[in-house]
């Protein structure tokens, strides 16, 4: 008796010593500068339990520990903290939490692992068996590295202590802030205990019940919905990743949070936040929007009140806009059943940023109006907040020789690290919408330049700009962290035209030998006579090719008004060809300027299935935005008809008979898209043929197979039509394709041809093997046509259904009946292994090749001796291998056979 109670109380003692009280917490850092850091150990302990933790000791990862002093609530001077350490704060619910503040100094770069462990968990969680016995450990990592710059972990500013109920939704959200702008995803983890061991019943279904998920961007935990009453202990593991030089992101470390829920049950329903946003906002504007939840209960009044009470609900906030500097202001509202709550925040350029801003309501009721001791219910609601920079203001382009200047006002960020420059050709009336950023792709601008500071405010463009062409261009200023402002409105100028213009490049005759060719120019808009005076003349060049660049000179023109020229006996039929004027001044004559090339619109046909597309190829300064189509009509006749109009540089002339010949030209419309230049530019093509032709293979039948009967050695394999859209189904019959297994290609040739029906049936044959089927038109009844055959269908593979059947009696006495012992039945062997033995276990007989099994057999002599065997039983033993179409295990068939000679 004196033992047990020693035992009593030393366990008594043990308990005291090592207090089951921790519930929740984490480990965050912040970085000071020179490899050093601040670390901080958050808990969450049960106020109740006896212990009274003054300081916790931090594993700093590189081999060293610190013993961190407790920091928050009031100074104490007890037995157990003797250094008038903090108390800790109280914060309700038998909850006190817990600061811990040390600062290290890391020797060299690497990835740390910083940890704590304390004696013990609280006792009864339910998903940690024995918690009570578990010490309590989490850990965050830390990296550093050079190249990703100095970083401090988010911080966590929603406690991880929170209430649920049975079969009702339960939702957690860390509020996890990043004040480096790294971005954050969100996974669930095992909760650890000693030395870092996870717990493997975090999650176990059997005693979690319904899963619990978390969103990996906004980080609200989900359980939907709790089935048992009890304490259960979550993890989450929070990651950082910053955005390197390349666009990538790499990941810098992670915290970890230990959260508690305590599940009960009730007789109540979370209130509701009704959705709002995402927003965008202009950094130096005010964003103003109202947040409103419902709460669904009601009841009679707890006495002495009267008549229908409803919950009280309390609206709140936490996320990233309430930690930086020019935070928003704080969310509070209160009322009955339901709660509007104001978010007010004026944005300043230091919370521009690439990633959006996250900021979770939180909507909390307490029903004690109309029932006591009632657990109180919460739901969350996580929108996300994009600060926008300005665009820049007041651009400007100013078209000078060679080059377009461009010039804009200081972007009204200044913490801005250049601009970049984007251009098209023409306008395209770009508006961004709320929170669409920079420039997209769909305007048509391209990337074409950047400046590299703030003040660096012009841009000089000569990139390959045409004559008479105008260029437009939106600025965007750009940040660090790649944000990227609102674009700039459009602003558009041309390049000062100091050369000739190309207006014509017109084919007036079709002929493979004698075509013309009509090419007009203007002179200069712009002469600089003082460098450049009179006397003014041109020359005249030609390339093979519509983007052809080996010019040959064909012809001189003396005076400034000789503009247009006729180009002979040229194979129009065939080729297009491409033009540039030289311009010249003074005597003797200097080059003075060169007009961009200009090419004539040259008319391609591609056969199609009764119809012809036609696409019209040219390489022109000038935008060719409409094609007049003409038909000849009929064919041979030289009489053309309008047939249509294309405003883009293909169209497809549908309706004809495959087989027939039909011949077009088409007229373009352009304009040079510089103010006050030519424009209403008329150039046929030339006159083009082309006969429409079925070149469109079917789509692959969807094929199955329906029967197999291993007894029979019978397959049936059916297929329909697909209904994917863009299908034409002109079938005329179908193909069916073999191979032995699943490796290498279908043989050339069908097994089955032309078969007309939907289905195949296989038998008195092997079935093992793969299929596919194809389906082939009707283009070979069509004039020149060729049948177009699919691809295949979806392989179908069967296996093999093997069998090896042998007599139980053979007679080899030379009588012409039954004179060897072989297999009355067999299929599907592809390999055989078969060995004879007689009752003294001597094999007489063996045959490693099922061809020559099958084939000779065994003629009854003694393979060692040669001799016939005598009359009596023998013993067999097969080791076989089935065809088949992947790789199968050997099979064994034993049995006897008796050997009479008489």
């Given at each position: 008796m004196k033992k047990h109670l020693l035992i009593y109380f030393l366990l008594l003692f043990y308990l005291k010593g090592y207090a089951t009280h921790n519930r929740a917490g984490e480990i965050t850092y912040r970085y000071l500068g020179n490899n050093k850091y601040e670390a901080t150990i958050t808990t969450y302990t049960k106020d109740s339990a006896p212990a009274f933790r003054c300081e916790l000791d931090l594993n700093w990862g590189d081999g060293t520990t610190s013993t961190l002093d407790r920091v928050n609530g009031p100074p104490t001077n007890t037995s157990t903290c003797p250094g008038g350490e903090r108390a800790g704060e109280f914060i309700?619910?038998?909850?006190?939490?817990?600061?811990?503040?040390?600062?290290?100094?890391?020797?060299?770069?690497?990835?740390?692992?910083?940890?704590?462990?304390?004696?013990?968990?609280?006792?009864?969680?339910?998903?940690?068996?024995?918690?009570?016995?578990?010490?309590?450990?989490?850990?965050?990592t830390l990296t550093i590295a050079p190249g990703i710059g100095p970083n401090s972990s988010p911080i966590l500013t929603n406690p991880p202590i929170d209430d649920g109920c049975l079969n009702r939704r339960f939702e957690h959200n860390p509020g996890a802030v990043d004040l480096d702008n790294d971005l954050l995803t969100y996974s669930l983890v095992l909760c650890r205990e000693a030395g870092g061991a996870t717990i493997p019943t975090t999650y176990d279904p059997n005693i979690v019940n319904a899963a619990v998920t978390i969103d990996s961007l906004d980080g609200t935990l989900i359980w939907d919905s709790p089935q048992n009453i009890g304490q259960y202990n979550f993890a989450i593991q929070i990651t950082e990743w910053r955005k390197t030089g390349t666009g990538e992101y790499r990941k810098i470390g992670y915290v970890t949070r230990d959260l508690q829920v305590d599940i009960n049950s009730c007789n109540n329903n979370p209130p509701v936040i009704q959705p709002v946003g995402?927003?965008?906002?202009?950094?130096?504007?005010?964003?103003?929007?109202?947040?409103?939840?419902?709460?669904?209960?009601?009841?009679?009044a707890l006495p002495p009140a009267t008549g229908t009470a409803y919950d009280e609900v309390t609206m709140t906030a936490f996320g990233s806009p309430f930690e930086v500097i020019f935070p928003a202001d704080s969310v509070y509202a209160f009322g009955l059943q339901n709660v509007t709550a104001t978010f007010d925040w004026d944005t300043k350029c230091d919370h521009v940023r690439a990633l959006p801003y996250q900021v979770t309501f939180r909507a909390e009721d307490n029903p004690r109006l109309r029932v006591t001791n009632e657990t109180k219910l919460v739901d969350l609601y996580t929108t996300g907040i994009q600060v926008v920079a300005p665009s820049p203001k007041n651009p400007l382009a100013i078209g000078a020789k060679n080059a377009i200047n461009l010039s804009w006002d200081k972007s009204f960020c200044t913490d801005a690290i250049g601009y970049k420059i984007y251009r098209r050709e023409g306008t395209y009336g770009f508006v961004p919408g709320p929170c669409e950023t920079g420039v997209p792709a769909y305007t048509g601008y391209q990337l074409i330049g950047s400046t590299p500071h703030v003040d660096s405010l012009n841009y000089r463009d000569t990139t390959n700009l045409l004559n008479g062409v105008q260029y437009c261009y939106m600025v965007i200023a750009h940040f660090s962290d790649g944000a990227e402002s609102y674009a700039s409105v459009?602003?558009?100028?041309?390049?000062?035209?100091?050369?000739?213009?190309?207006?014509?490049?017109?084919?007036?005759?079709?002929d493979p030998q004698n075509g013309q060719v009509n090419i007009r120019w203007i002179a200069p808009p712009k002469i600089d006579s003082a460098t450049y005076p009179p006397p003014y003349s041109y020359k005249l060049f030609r390339a093979d090719q519509i983007d052809?660049?080996?010019?040959?000179?064909?012809?001189?023109?003396?005076?400034?008004?000789?503009?247009?020229?006729?180009?002979?006996?040229?194979?129009?039929?065939?080729?297009?060809?491409?033009?540039?004027?030289?311009?010249?001044?003074?005597?003797?004559?200097?080059?003075?300027?060169?007009?961009?090339?200009?090419?004539?619109?040259?008319?391609?046909?591609?056969?199609?299935?009764?119809?012809?597309?036609?696409?019209?190829?040219?390489?022109?300064?000038?935008?060719?935005?409409?094609?007049?189509?003409?038909?000849?009509?009929?064919?041979?006749?030289?009489?053309?008809?309008?047939?249509?109009?294309?405003?883009?540089?293909?169209?497809?002339?549908?309706?004809?008979?495959?087989?027939d010949n039909y011949c077009y030209k088409s007229l373009s419309i352009g304009r040079y898209s510089a103010p006050k230049m030519p424009n209403n530019l008329l150039n046929n093509s030339q006159?083009?043929?082309?006969?429409?032709?079925?070149?469109?293979?079917?789509?692959?039948?969807?094929?199955?197979?329906?029967?197999?009967?291993?007894?029979?050695?019978?397959?049936?394999?059916?297929?329909?039509?697909?209904?994917?859209?863009?299908?034409?189904?002109?079938?005329?019959?179908?193909n069916v394709y073999y191979k032995p297994s699943k490796d290498g290609d279908f043989p050339s040739q069908p097994m089955v041809s032309n078969i007309t029906d939907f289905y195949l049936n296989i038998s008195n044959q092997s079935v093992a093997g793969c299929y596919a089927i194809t389906a082939v038109d009707d283009a070979g009844s069509d004039p020149n046509g060729e049948p177009n055959e699919s691809m295949i269908s979806d392989i179908i593979?069967?296996?093999?259904?093997?069998?090896?059947?042998?007599?139980?009696?053979?007679?080899?006495?030379?009588?012409?009946?039954?004179?060897?012992?072989t297999a009355i039945d067999y299929k599907d062997v592809a390999e055989l292994k078969l060995q004879l033995f007689n009752r003294w276990g001597m094999m007489v007989y063996e045959s490693n090749s099922p061809i020559d099994f099958f084939e000779n057999g065994w003629d009854g002599s003694d393979m060692n001796t040669g001799q016939p065997c005598s009359d009596g039983v023998y013993y067999y033993v097969a080791h076989f291998t089935p065809t088949a179409i992947t790789e199968v295990e050997e099979q064994v068939a034993k049995g006897f056979v008796h050997l009479f000679r008489n």
């Open positions: 309700g619910n038998d909850v006190r939490k817990n600061v811990y503040i040390g600062v290290h100094t890391y020797g060299t770069a690497g990835t740390y692992i910083l940890s704590f462990e304390d004696m013990n968990r609280n006792a009864g969680v339910s998903n940690i068996p024995q918690s009570v016995n578990k010490p309590f450990y989490v850990q965050t995402p927003f965008c906002v202009e950094a130096g504007q005010n964003l103003n929007f109202q947040i409103t939840a419902i709460d669904p209960d009601s009841g009679p459009e602003f558009c100028s041309s390049k000062q035209v100091e050369s000739p213009l190309i207006t014509n490049v017109d084919i007036l005759n079709t052809g660049a080996n010019f040959t000179e064909i012809g001189s023109f003396p005076a400034i008004t000789d503009t247009f020229y006729t180009d002979p006996a040229l194979n129009t039929q065939d080729l297009g060809y491409n033009y540039k004027v030289e311009f010249y001044s003074g005597n003797p004559a200097v080059l003075a300027s060169t007009s961009d090339p200009a090419s004539s619109v040259f008319l391609d046909i591609q056969p199609d299935d009764e119809s012809n597309i036609l696409r019209f190829r040219h390489f022109t300064p000038w935008q060719n935005d409409t094609f007049v189509v003409f038909r000849e009509n009929p064919t041979g006749s030289g009489i053309f008809d309008s047939l249509d109009i294309s405003f883009s540089n293909t169209y497809i002339d549908t309706g004809l008979i495959n087989g006159i083009a043929c082309g006969s429409p032709l079925d070149t469109n293979a079917p789509c692959p039948p969807v094929a199955q197979a329906d029967t197999i009967n291993c007894e029979g050695d019978e397959l049936r394999l059916s297929w329909s039509l697909s209904t994917d859209s863009g299908c034409v189904n002109d079938i005329t019959y179908f593979c069967v296996e093999a259904c093997p069998l090896i059947e042998f007599p139980n009696v053979f007679t080899p006495n030379g009588d012409g009946n039954n004179d060897f012992f």
